[in-house]
Structures are given as C-alpha cells and as structure tokens.
C-alpha cells in the first residue's frame, strides 16, 4: 500500500454528482479537489464512432463490466439471492462521466409533494389508508429551497423544454402540473416526431394537457453560465446508451470538464477503483483504492465525498462499516433502507403508417402529467399514486426492433411466418410509456450478500425487491389510460393486459436506482442529514440519488445534480468555514 | 495453433462485400469470383455449415426477401464466439451456480462457446443434409434451450448490426427493413414526412465516417 500526498477534498466517483461538486468547489474556493474514477478516460472524440446498435445498445459497451463486479437479487428475505449475470433492469456507467455519459437526457424536476411524502399523504388519506408497509418518508428539504439549484442545473445543461408554470402563472403548452419554476427553460422543445406529434393531438383532444419532454438534448446552439458552448441535436437517433458524438446530449464530459480541466487544484485519476472509506474515531481519514494495475494506494483527505451511482454508493458505505445497516425484521437501522426502482408500463400500439422511428434523440417526445404524483387519484382503489404516461421516439434500431408484432400474429418467433409478420409490422409500432413513482416500502433495501464476491473477492451487493399490490395498479391503470388514447391516435393497443408479474432483472426497466443512504431530518431515519453530510462521519458526504427516500415518477439525474448544488452550499458556505455536523 | 478452417461459399451469396480477414485487415470479396472462402475465427467449416443452415431456418430467404445466408450471419456469429463475448468476459461467472426464477435470466455456467458446441452436438454434423422439414422439426424440438434462443438473437443481430461485424453483407438486412444505417443528421427531417414512408439509401459506419470502424469482437478474448 502507497501513501500518497494529502488532499483536501477526495471524491470518489466521477460522474454528474462527483464533478458537479468538484466544479463548485475548484472555481468558488481554494481547496485541492482529487476525483478518483474507477473507469477509464472519456472524451467527445471517443464517440465519433458509436453509432453502432450492436456494440452499444446490445452488447452495452458503455457500462461497468459485469464480470468484475455485479448485484444479487432476490425478490423477498426468504428467498436465496443469485446473481444478476448479464445485465437487464439497468444499466451502470463506468468511466469518467459515469452513466451520465450514455444517459437519455430526461430532466424533469420533481412534483413538491414527493420532498414531504409521509407527510402529504397521511393529509390526503389519513395514516390508516397507507400500506402497512409503506417507508416513503420526507426528505428534509423542500421543493422551494431545492428551486434555485434546479435552475442552477437546467442552466449548466442548456434544459430544453416548454414552462408550464412560471411563477405560479400556469401556461397552455407547456406542464401546468409541474412546480412553479422562477425562470422559463434555458432553450425551447425538441422537434417532433411523427408520434409525438400525434401523441400530442390525441391527448388534447381528450382533455389532458401534453407538453414536450424537458431534454439535456440541446434543441438549438448554446452557451452555459460557464461559457461552455455545444451544437443543437441533429436526432440521430443513437442517445441512449450512446456518447453524443457531437457533444449535443449534456454529459459531465461536455459541460463540467471544460471547465474543470481550467483549475490546477483539480486532478482527476482514472483507472482508480475505491474499494474503503478509511475511517477512524467518527472521522473519515481519506480512502483506499485499487489502481488498473493491482497497485494499492491510500489517499488521505480532510473531506470525503462519495458520489458514484446508488448501487456503490451503498456497497461502499457497507464494505467501509459506516453507517447502521438496515434490519427489515426489528425496523431498525437505516443503510440500505428505501431502496427503489421506477414502474415501468404503459401499452404497444400498433399503426397502418410508417413512423419513421428510426429518427429521433433520447427525450423527443411528449407526455401528460394529468395523473403524475396524486393527480386526479382519489386513493379510495388504492391507488394513491401514479406518473406521466409518453409517447417518446429515442430513435428505434433495427436489431431491438425487429420482430414486434401483435400478439397471434405469428405461431413462432423465427421462422418464414414471422419474418413475414416482421417485416410486415416494421416501423409500425410504438410504445406508450408510463414513467411511474416508485413508492418505498419497508421489505424492498439493500445489504451485502451472504455468497458472491466482486473480482477483488469483496462481497456484492445485494437487492431484495419486488413489486407490490401498488405498483400493479399502477401500471393496470397506466394501460387502460393508453387503450383510451391509442385510438385517437389511429393505433391499435394491444390487447395484453399487465401481467402482475414479479420484479425481473433480465428486462430492461431504467436506470434509476434509488435509497440506501437516504437523507432525512434525523440519524434514526435517514443516513444522511439534508445537506447529505453522513450523520456518523460529518467529513463524509454522501451524494446522488441513494439520497432519495423512495422516487418521484420523473427520471431523477436532474434531481440529484439540484440536490447535490444544494450540498455543495452548504459545504462551501458553512462547513469549509467552520467544519462541524450542520443538522 | 488451431489449423486455418475456411468456410467455402458462393460469392453470389454474399453479394459484393466487406469483410475482415483473420489478419483484421478488410479484403472486398468479388461477386464475379465464383466461390470465396472465408477464414474462420472459431467454427470448424463443418460447424459453420451446420449453424448457417441454422440461421437460415430462422431468417430465411424466401419471397419476402434475402435472409441468413446472403447476409452471412454465420460468419458474424463466428467473430462474435472468437471475440471477448464468446468467451464471456463481460458476464458475471463466478460460482456458485444454481437454478433460479427465469426473471433471473441464465444462470449457467456454459459461455457462448461452450454452448454453441453443445447446441451444434445436438443438431448432428449433418443439420445441414437433412431435408428442410426436419431441420425445422429439430429446431422446434430445441426451442426452449439456451443455445436455441442465442442462435435466434444472434441471427438478428447478425442481420442488422453493422456490417464491419461480418453480417449483414452488402447492407442487405438494412435495405430489408427500410433502416438507413447511422447519419449524421435529421435535423430537417424528423418533423417532415408524417404517414408517409421515408427511406433514405443505408450506409454503413465506414461509409458514413470514411474510415474503419472497430468492433469489439477484434479486441482480444
């Protein structure tokens, strides 16, 4: 083991969080930042030459190597867990800007209820008509002191979108359901596709109040705060799990690493994979890692900053014995806690024209929010919560695509009969989406598994999770809300039914793990406090969406960058000055 | 070192393509050739025989258009099993393994190329002789199998990945569904064309970028 020189700030992690925090601090203070990255360097020019379906969007060339290091999953305690093999339900980044570098681009913010949840929906129903083991809990922070630091955000990636409430004034066009916001979006909406076109004409038609789908695909030329340009999206139709070859799609590599790259009290180290947070005494001491090599090193630090995904985020809290796990059976405990995922759903439709689907970029498309977070729900079936339904056009590839037929179209899936069927339905079926709130409940967390181990011999990360009576509702209401809209589309939905079926990780789902080292106003609920300063060890502060009690219905990047500039004031004004615990 | 293995076919099959040598350097096959023969990465010939009737079982060319054979699948499906993925290094496999939920997914032990030489033990050396009746009813048999629905996914992709990866020769998947291949820009079309069918002439990535793409089956297993 190497020692190495001391820093003041380690980070650990260089994605949207990590250099986000490191741009704060590097360009407001004098402080010398290290990011450590466990992936490899990433750049614009890396990416000239990724449109290729195969490589990217099937063999995933773009994540962390599964082989080195996965999860387990089991869908209840009593059941045995295995590993998750290949990937499916999500798709972890590697390298420098994390999965922000082959993200979709949704940025929404989200609704102000889901910041005071226990508390918005014990007045709307009353305590006794929530699930008894409902764990959504209040963030300790609000939707009004998150604001400037959404706007913050939006600006850094040049949001493009269409206000629906500026202010409290609410504006035909845009999402009036949304929360008040002090500013319009930085650049206006996407183009349209063909079906978002008449996803949009459809739903207005039948009362609901569509409005585009606020992208980190730039729809014009712009020029951040920070004097960062980039080009407007040309709707390639390579967004998700793509780098944008010409820097359109916002990626920690375009924005914050221009700027980054300007400050000497900044490095960033690849290749170096942390496997501790070293502490001793209630005082993280720096952390140690592992380089591409072998070789290990320690690298002390004043601060600590943990910033990769959800997933090691928590396996490192864990493997660093910091924090008090979770036990789902006494209630007691918090790390792993409130674990989530998003419900997915929604409804094939089925056209007699051609789409054109192979154009697109991540977030074209248009959506409603007339049933996002409560809206229009009277809880008395239940269902207490739903989410945005979209019709999106990301750019459809020829390999993921061929072969959607309607059902008994087609005795088999291969053979002269459904080739024929193939060709015969190819670019005529698109896919009206639910975006839904995962709500937290007590037997959904995470925890080290008993058996499998990452390449280092370290044990992964375990899931337990499933889907419940809730979440089924969900996505039963989110098709029968479809199969009323596909019509006035001219489309045909199908007519499978959601099957209320248990949690999978073979089928892609989203990338939005949530929880485990959630914020919260005290240390017996939360990990953090609501400056995610770790309760524990106040020079540890612990960022991203493991922070999130349970998930709004919005795709939650956006979120979790408002949530870590509101951190970094807190770091940068109060504790730097004077380090203490702040709450 | 393994012996050179080659798979002999007519040019005419392949129409007049790209393809990488085992050296990764990119000859032109000529349609006007007569046979060609194509270095093997992985298969033995007589393997390659046995999955490319596979593949045409699945996709295969008939009226509705050319299919597995003229796009070349098995040759795609041969770098791919020779390449990192057949050897599994980018799956998780470490032990123990054991059966679980199918929401698990697969769970075995075996890589591509293991199963693949079990999934070609099962077919029989001679797949490719037997009447095409049979060849079906087999495969029918195998339906459910691992093999079976990597053989199915691999033949898809086979048909439309780019063809730097050893299929989809002569852009002939592409043309098949009205894919364009990667461009540049839509930029002034995406909001045009609504209900009518726009299909712009396929290129591939080498075309588009004017210069050799690099497939990930080429990086060392």
Known sequence: ?583 | MKRREFLTIPASALGGTLLYTLAREPFRLQAQEGTVKVPLRFFTAGEARVIATACERIFPSDANGPGAKEAGVVIYIDRQLAGPYGADKYRYTKGPFVDSYPEHGYQGKENPRETYHQGIAKLGNNFDELPVAEQIQKLQSMEKTHFFQLLRAHTIEGMFSDPMHGGNAGLIGWQLVGFPGPRMSYKEDIDQHFGAEFRPKPASLEQIMRRPGKPWEDEKA
């Open chain 1, 1 to 583: 083991m190497t020692n190495l020189k001391p820093v003041d700030v380690a980070i650990i992690g260089g994605g949207w969080t990590g250099l986000a925090m490191a741009k704060e601090l590097v360009s407001r203070t004098s402080v010398s930042v290290l990011a450590l990255e466990r992936g490899a360097p990433r750049t614009l020019a890396d990416y000239a030459m990724d449109m290729d379906e195969l490589d990217y969007a099937i063999r995933l060339r773009m994540m962390q190597n599964i082989a080195e290091e996965t999860i387990t999953h089991r869908h209840s305690a009593r059941d045995s867990a295995v590993p998750v093999r290949q990937y499916g339900s999500f798709h972890p980044g590697t390298g420098v800007g994390g999965a922000g570098e082959h993200w979709t681009g949704m940025c929404f913010r989200f609704m102000p209820d889901i910041f005071t949840l226990r508390t918005h929906l014990t007045e709307k129903h009353g305590a006794a008509h929530l699930p008894a083991d409902l764990a959504v809990q209040d963030w300790g922070v609000t939707y009004d002191q998150l604001e400037p630091h959404y706007w913050y955000a939006e600006q850094m990636m040049g949001v493009s979108g269409k206000a629906g409430n500026l202010g409290g004034k609410l504006i035909d066009g845009g999402n009036i359901f949304e929360s008040p916001r002090s500013q319009e979006y930085p650049t206006p909406p996407l183009k349209h596709s063909y079906a978002s076109f008449l996803f949009k004409e459809a739903t207005r038609k039948l009362g609901y109040h569509p409005y585009p789908t606020p992208a980190a695909n730039l729809s014009e030329n712009f020029t951040n705060p920070d004097g960062v340009t980039r080009p407007g999206c040309v709707y390639c139709g390579h967004c998700s799990r793509f780098g944008c070859m010409i820097g359109a799609k916002s990626q920690p590599t375009n924005t914050l690493l221009p700027v980054l790259r300007k400050h000497k009290s900044f490095q960033l180290r690849t290749g170096s994979w942390v496997r501790r947070i070293v502490h001793e005494n209630g005082r993280a001491t720096g952390v140690q890692f592992t380089d591409a090599n072998g070789d290990e090193f320690f690298q002390p630090a004043e601060t600590v900053v943990l910033a990769s995904f959800t997933l090691n985020n928590v396996r490192l809290l864990y493997l660093s014995k910091i924090g008090t796990p979770y036990d789902p059976a006494a209630g007691k405990g918090t790390l792993g806690r409130n674990l989530t995922h998003q419900v997915q759903g929604g409804a094939r439709i089925f056209f007699d024209k051609p789409l054109n689907a192979f154009m697109g970029a991540g977030c074209v498309g248009q959506r409603i929010s007339d049933y996002d977070g409560g809206n229009g729900l009277t809880g008395e079936d239940g269902l207490l919560r739903l989410g945005m339904l979209s019709a999106n056009s990301n750019g459809e590839l020829p390999i993921a695509s061929f072969g959607a037929l309607p059902p008994g179209t087609s005795k088999a899936n291969w053979g002269a009969e459904w080739k024929a069927a193939s060709l015969q339905w190819r670019d005529r079926v698109a896919q009206l989406s639910l975006a839904g709130e995962h709500m937290s409940y007590r037997q959904n967390y995470m925890d080290l598994d008993p058996s499998y181990t990452d390449k280092f011999g370290d044990p992964l990360l375990r899931f337990t999770l499933n889907w419940t009576d809730h979440e089924y509702k969900q996505q039963e209401f989110a098709y029968d809300l479809s199969a009323k809209i596909a019509p006035a589309m001219g489309a045909k939905v199908d007519p499978t039914r959601p099957s209320r079926a248990r949690y999978n990780v073979i089928q892609y789902q989203s990338t939005h793990i949530q929880g485990g080292a959630m914020m919260g106003a005290t240390p017996e609920t939360s990990v953090v406090n609501p400056y995610l300063q770790h309760w524990d060890v106040p020079n540890l502060w612990v960022l991203g969406a493991s922070s999130f009690p349970q998930n709004a219905s919005g795709n939650p990047t956006l979120t979790a960058l408002a949530v870590t500039y509101w951190a970094a004031d807190a770091v940068i004004n109060k504790y730097l000055k004077h380090p203490r615990r702040l709450a």
